[in-house]
């Protein structure tokens, strides 16, 4: 039943004359239907689905309770009204509570009070019928979104069979480094030591409520984009993409190449991911689309970075405190309302090329020892000569 047609209404009752009367009652705002005997009832109850059945107490065959009590299996939406001219209530209310019926109205019934609880009876059908809706539309969109995330996963399997250094090495690495890679591959095989990097860590903001209130297709697609985006801008500054977990992104610079550059190139690379993100809002905006928002956080210093693996299949390992570190401080990005938070560690190598915020000294949940923490706030304008006088 859609909104703007009108409900549907059985009438059952073995006197024409009550049919007659109670259709030319209703007839204005519903689509009637009649029985004068309950099995007919029944058999029209069946093939209609009514949005309300009217039924008297008293018919040959079959009292109204028996019928709305079977009309309930039948139909289990269908509004169920009794209309009976037995006054003793309490004598009915065990029948009528076996038959789930909604409401049940004396004879002679007052026009009036009949079409309003008909009204009523209409709209909670019809509220029912929405939530049941919405309960399959739910169901749908959640089997959506279990295709979608099996998809992702699929892909990171894909990821893993990759057998080839360069298919390996092209996913997460500039093509720069691939180069290199290719043409000497004892740059990935690092045997397990302390280097100087710098991890940048970028995280989606509200990405569970996204997905959440996102159509499968749609948060695919999106993320695509995403990923395609900032991996674009990592490779641009010779990083490295260490890790892509759900919606993380886990990027190192200096691990493989040893330049002493890994810093500004890490804080270029989080610019212009804020920059492309910038205009991945505006164009998904445009289009209609759900836009989001990301928190970048970067923190330079030691790691311990090797590969392990097979002769088919090497895997690059790095741990050490700017790994954590800079996840943490990612996190301290939604706390300050900022894009771009660093530690003192890189910002010291940085401070005379960007504008920034000094955030203090707050504590990192698993990191002993305190650090300064910098909000980037772009690119430090070059200074102007000024002419002589």
């Known amino acids: 039943m859609s909104v703007d047609s009108p409900a549907t209404v059985l009438l059952v009752d073995d006197e024409a004359r009550v049919l007659d009367s109670l259709e030319a009652l209703l007839g204005m705002d519903h689509e009637i239907l009649r029985a004068d005997r309950p099995d007919e009832a029944l058999r029209v109850l069946a093939e209609a689905r009514p949005a309300v059945i009217v039924s008297d107490q008293r018919m040959p065959g079959m009292p109204g309770t028996e019928l709305l009590a079977r009309a309930r299996d039948l139909a289990p939406d269908t509004v169920r009204i009794l209309l009976t001219a037995f006054t003793d209530a309490d004598a009915l209310m065990d029948s009528i509570n076996a038959a789930g019926i909604y409401r049940f109205l004396l004879k002679p019934w007052d026009p009036k009070e009949l079409t309003h609880v008909i009204r ?45 250094l360069r298919a390996q090495l092209q996913r997460y690495v500039s093509p720069r480094l691939v180069d290199l890679a290719v043409a000497n591959p004892t740059l990935v095989e690092l045997p397990g030591e302390w280097r100087e990097a710098t991890v940048l860590f970028a995280d989606i903001r509200g990405f569970t409520r996204l997905i959440e209130s996102t159509r499968a297709p749609v948060m695919v697609k999106l993320l695509d984009e995403y990923f395609n985006a900032m991996i674009d801008v990592i490779f641009g500054r010779q990083g490295t993409v260490e890790q892509l977990i759900g919606d993380e992104i886990v990027a190192l610079f200096g691990v493989l190449d040893g330049e002493e550059d890994a810093a500004p190139r890490a804080v270029e690379a ?34 311990m970075a090797g590969t392990i693996g097979s002769e088919r299949r090497r895997e690059l390992i790095v741990v050490g405190r700017p790994m954590i570190a800079a996840a943490r401080i990612q996190r301290m990005t939604r706390l300050y309302d900022a894009h771009i938070i660093a530690g003192e560690e890189t910002f010291t190598q940085v401070s005379e090329r960007v504008c920034f915020r000094e955030l203090g000294t707050p504590k990192l949940k698993g990191i002993k020892v305190r650090t300064a923490l910098y909000e980037i706030l772009g690119r430090k304008e070059p200074a102007t000569a000024v002419a002589p006088a």
């Open 120 to 164: 009523t009876a209409v709209e909670r059908h019809r509220l029912v019928c929405e939530r049941e809706q919405l309960v399959r539309d739910l169901e749908t969109r959640n089997a959506d979104l279990e295709q979608a995330l099996a998809r992702l996963r699929a892909a990171q399997d894909d990821v893993v069979r990759e057998t080839s």
């Open 270 to 303: 989080a610019l212009g991911m804020i920059e492309a993100m910038q205009g991945l809002r505006a164009r998904w905006s445009a289009a209609g689309l759900p836009v989001f928002d990301i928190g970048v956080g970067i923190s330079s210093g030691p790691v």
